[in-house]
């Protein structure tokens, strides 16, 4: 049967020498070629054997012959498989194929029989050795390296594409050691020749891909790591190529794809490679609404951890932390409120998929291998955060983010905030400027890990964010501010003033209360490390700036405020304590009123303001009632403590302080009703028992007039101290 058959495939080469017609007849033999049983594959070798040669020994070339043998390629790559068969004869007969198939690639390129039988020494030598009666058992890498030794200097360059292609093929053939053997030429040749394909890598790693998938169902499925090495090899020849390729994979990564990102992780100078063009897919189109969540984006973040988490790039990771963690941490903001959109290619396979693809958890999840990968683990455990939804809670992550960092690795904050530097920018959208901002506060908050050479250059960068048009981006900027307290002295004297300046004009910040409350709580935090000539041409804008917020609606706003002039304190000396005393007869009022505020906060900056008064009044007998007050006594007591010292400077503070006290009657607030009420008792019992201090009989009187109409008040306590003083005072009137 196989005899006629040779015969029967003669004569039709006769009858016709053509390509075509050999083209044909390997067509009708391939799928015998990749079956289970030896003898279909032996058959089929056979065959085709008898056809080469009748091929060879037949074809005549003309002029108007075809330059190139086309089937060639493709007829040699499904040979290859066959040259590493397990059955002797099967393999035998196919390196005599493969011969054969060089023979007439050469006939058509028009090479001398001598040059061709020279370059088939090696392959002759092999098959013996290998194949031979007396030759030994099969040694695949021995045969691999002298076909891809032949191949890659017989095959000419229009070839390559065909015989890559099916040799590509060839990686799901049946026989296991047909397969490794495959693998390797494949290997060899995309490392000598895989240059030459340049525009087609794509294509074949997403060829390779899916034979990975198919591989992994059967007993190939260790060879997949094999099959990823080639896709390696096709990436130091096209990095973008095979980057671009990948990322438009299927989401969530696959175990194919896996495979591959930790093979193109296995090596820094090609991982470093790998890892940029991720980076600036990742980083593309940033201004861009939506650019965060398409399928390119995701699958780049998700290839990034992949191949973080292997470890092996950690010297890659350690150089390019800074820019690595800016680009994640703009992703990270870009993210937010984003649902993932997937490709036209990907759409159908994302709704059949019940895995969520959430923006803000990959790129997290980035993160945390990127810190994990350069040891960081802590650092990569602070990442934690369910439901990130909002800007109040990035900032809150990235805070602990970049504590962790300046506890535990505080080597690699310069790297981290010089990459955020850029995103600071007016020009930048929202969402990144607010995830700079707050890694910088932080990090001046943290004193940027004991770093004062980096902490004032993020100062410095903060000072110029402060006029920044979101309210958010204004907060942050100005919360890091006062770490210039931290700087040296003389970089405190450089940049004081401009601090100050910046702090002064948050205060007015008429877009959002919680800017003009970072605002005061800065100069709180600020002013006492400022050299005093520095503050005392700003006193009188300090003073105005901040006294309306003693009558807020906020208590933290108040409590600010009230302590910036505890702060001002310390620069009333010598010829500036008169001014400081002229400020504080304009506060004095509310400062002991609100004394026993429920917000302790408030109550606190009020006896601190009272006791930084009493310093710069100088008056041992003031200081030291105010040193043995407790806020437990209650108020009578404190503002008899006070009148009963008779401190000069504060007996000339009555009149004002009576006439500001007087508004207070109609104040919304009980305890301030009760409080004016007993303030007000206390100094006129003092002043008006005296001849020198006296108040004026119309203050007098419009005082008598509010305690009456506190008789009526709907708050009994009001009430009871307003009935329990008003006799006092009515009775001194009396004596005047």
Request: glycine content about 6%; charged content about 20%.
């Amino acid at each position: 049967m196989v005899e006629k058959l040779h015969i029967l495939i003669q004569e039709l080469l006769r009858q016709e020498m053509e390509q075509s017609t050999l083209d044909e007849i390997f067509t009708m033999l391939e799928p015998w070629l990749k079956l289970d049983q030896d003898l279909s594959r032996e058959l089929s070798v056979n065959i085709f054997q008898g056809a080469l040669k009748a091929y060879v020994k037949g074809v005549k070339l003309s002029v108007n012959s075809p330059s190139n043998f086309t089937p060639g390629p493709y007829m040699i790559g499904a040979m290859i498989p066959r040259c590493c068969d397990p059955s002797k004869r099967v393999r035998k007969i196919a390196m005599e194929c493969l011969q054969h198939l060089l023979r007439i690639l050469a006939l058509y390129e028009g090479l001398t029989v001598e040059t061709v039988e020279q370059a088939l020494v090696q392959l002759q030598a092999v098959n013996l050795r290998c194949n031979g009666e007396d030759g030994g058992k099969l040694e695949i890498s021995c045969v691999s390296q002298a076909l891809v030794s032949v191949l890659g200097e017989r095959v000419q360059h229009q070839h390559i594409l065909s015989l890559l292609d099916s040799l590509v093929e060839g990686v799901l053939d049946t026989q296991i050691g047909s397969v490794q053997g495959t693998i390797q030429v494949l290997t060899g040749l995309v490392v000598t020749r895989g240059s030459e394909v340049f525009q087609n890598i794509p294509g074949f790693v997403r060829k390779l891909h899916d034979k990975m998938g198919l591989m992994l169902l059967d007993e190939t499925a260790d060879m997949c790591g094999d099959v990823a090495e080639v896709v390696q090899q096709f990436c130091v020849h096209n990095t973008r190529g095979v980057v671009v390729s990948l990322i438009h994979l299927e989401l969530p990564v696959d175990r194919e794809a896996r495979l591959i990102w930790q093979s193109l992780a296995s090596e820094n100078r090609l991982g470093g490679e790998v890892l940029d063009v991720l980076l600036e897919v990742v980083t593309q189109d940033q201004e861009k609404e939506g650019s965060a969540s398409t399928h390119p984006v995701m699958g780049a973040a998700s290839a990034m951890t992949v191949m973080l988490d292997t470890h092996k790039l950690e010297e890659v990771a350690r150089v390019e932390l800074g820019r690595v963690v800016s680009s994640l941490v703009m992703l990270l903001s870009r993210s937010l409120g984003t649902k993932y959109s997937p490709s036209s290619g990907n759409l159908n396979k994302a709704n059949e998929t019940t895995v969520i693809i959430d923006p803000v958890n990959i790129a997290l999840e980035t993160l945390r291998s990127l810190f994990s990968c350069v040891n960081c683990v802590v650092v990569a455990s602070s990442l934690t955060c369910s439901g990130l939804s909002d800007y109040t809670q990035l900032v809150g992550l990235l805070s602990r983010l970049v504590q962790a960092v300046a506890q535990h690795a505080p080597h690699h904050l310069p790297a981290i905030l010089s990459g955020h530097v850029p995103f600071t920018a007016a020009t930048v959208p929202e969402c990144m400027r607010v995830a700079s901002l707050a890694v910088l506060q932080s990090c001046a908050e943290q004193k940027a890990g004991g770093d004062l050479a980096l902490l004032f250059s993020t100062h410095s960068v903060l000072l110029k964010s402060c006029s920044d048009s979101l309210p958010l981006a204004r907060r942050l900027a100005l919360q890091g501010v006062p770490q210039l307290s931290a700087c040296s002295e003389m970089e405190i004297e450089t940049s004081c003033v401009a601090s100050l300046t910046v702090l002064i004009t948050g205060v007015e910040d008429e877009q959002c209360s919680a800017v003009s409350l970072t605002a005061l709580r800065g100069l709180v935090s600020l002013l006492p490390h400022v050299p005093p000539h520095h503050i005392h041409p700003l006193t009188s804008t300090l003073a105005l700036k901040v006294r309306p917020f003693f009558e807020s609606s906020s208590d933290d706003h108040r409590a600010a405020a009230i302590s910036i002039y505890s702060c001002l304190a310390r620069c009333a000396d010598g010829d500036h304590k008169t001014r400081y005393l002229d400020y504080a007869q304009t506060i004095l009022v509310p400062v002991l009123l609100h004394s026993t505020s429920l917000h302790p906060p408030t109550s606190q900056a009020c006896l601190d303001t009272l006791t930084s008064l009493a310093r710069v009044t100088q008056f041992p007998p003031l200081i030291n009632s105010l040193s043995s007050y407790n806020p437990t006594q209650g108020f009578t007591a404190l503002v008899s403590k006070i009148v009963s010292c008779k401190c000069r400077a504060l007996i000339e503070m009555y009149p004002t302080a009576v006439a500001n006290a007087v508004s207070y009657f109609k104040s919304k607030n009980p305890m301030l009703r009760c409080n004016v009420v007993s303030l007000l008792a206390e100094v006129l019992c003092y002043t008006q028992d005296t001849e020198h201090e006296q108040v004026q009989d119309e203050l007098v009187t419009a005082v008598i007039q509010g305690m009456v109409e506190l008789l009526r008040d709907q708050d009994r306590e009001v009430r009871k101290f307003a009935a329990k003083n008003l006799g006092r005072i009515v009775i001194l009137a009396n004596k005047i």
